[in-house]
């Protein structure tokens, strides 16, 4: 234990890295002309089931189900707001009972998807996103188990799906951050609308981050079956509740663990598991999850290009009681002079730079001058201490 706190804290010291490479936030969109990838593997293990009222139901000892999807998503920042991207999903199944033990795979969706950043406010970020789900089989409906053939078992539920989100994350500090999700979701199958919710506590430093969260569905409660679930046609489900649901809800808890390597890669791993829910399964989710950014410009490295322009770099040192003019400690003789552009910036809480006024120099003298301000940026106090760049 003590040589993994060890190794955590030589990673968060590191000077390459910033806690927003390491986690991303969800309500932000990649850079422009960026390339993400991602490749996710979660293996979920049921537990016993939940019926249509919510009762948990204990496995059978014969009952086994276990389920490994594959997912791969390449996302591209196609402006400064808008992100899209497109992804699939690979799936393999085995359930047993006591007459047989079936196993089936392949590709179980295709998907295309996009995320629109809005307007940031503070120390708050906001985005929505949306995404249409195609499943690339059709499952055979039965109307009793003894019609299903020997040895067929469904990839999950067949048809489309939709489903629109709204993101916020909030950045409480340098090292903390919250996030929140709720949405709306026509699942596939013809199943009853759904609003997914997650909720996340996130711990964030120079090249790792843990977290933890609850997430979950909430049904609509429309589905045609409800008053009558034993008439509901069915399919080759195995031993599972997942598919077919009526009225499927649940609510997980998860925790989860993200490491930076080479300044690129994230790894992650999240753990879960299901602690109440109606038709559908309680379930121990495992996953492992390796992404990384290419191309583009980041924040960082947009700043990098624009601070190649200055000259000089000084400190305010006074400001004036109506904040129109101010003293930074740098003159003549480091050629700041009357007329000079100068830019004021204020560390962010990732170690970032924000610009929130511009000015000239109105006065200078052999190792200071004084600053006009000419328009400011953002409703920021003008204070001692704020960087002014010279051009």
Known sequence: MKSLIYILLLLSSSSFATPRKVYPLKAEVLSQGAYNFDLNANYSQTLSFYDVEGTEVELEESQAYTMTDTDIKLSYGYSRKLELSFGGKYRQITSEDSVESTTTSGIENINIGFKYALKKKSNYRYAISGAYIYKL???????????????????????????????????????????????????????????????????????????AGIRGVYTLGTDEYKDSPASKPINANGSTNRWNSINRSFMQPYAGLRVLFAKKYRTSIEVAQTMSGTSTDKAMDASLNISWTTGGKSNEEIFEESFKEYTTEATVIKVSPRGKFLKIDKGLAQDVGKGSKVDIYKSDYFGGNILIATGVVYESGSSWAIVKLVKKYRSVPIEKGLTARVK
Request: proline share 5%.
């Open 137 to 211: 089989y059709e499952n055979t409906i039965y109307t009793n188990s003894s019609q299903i053939p020997e040895g067929e078992l469904v990839l999950g539920d067949s048809g489309q799906e939709f489903n629109l989100k709204f993101h916020l994350s909030y950045i409480h500090s340098k090292w903390t951050t919250m996030e929140a999700m709720g949405g709306y979701t026509t699942p596939a199958n013809e199943t009853s609308p759904e609003l997914p919710y997650n909720f996340r506590y996130i711990k964030n430093f120079n090249s790792w981050a843990i977290w």
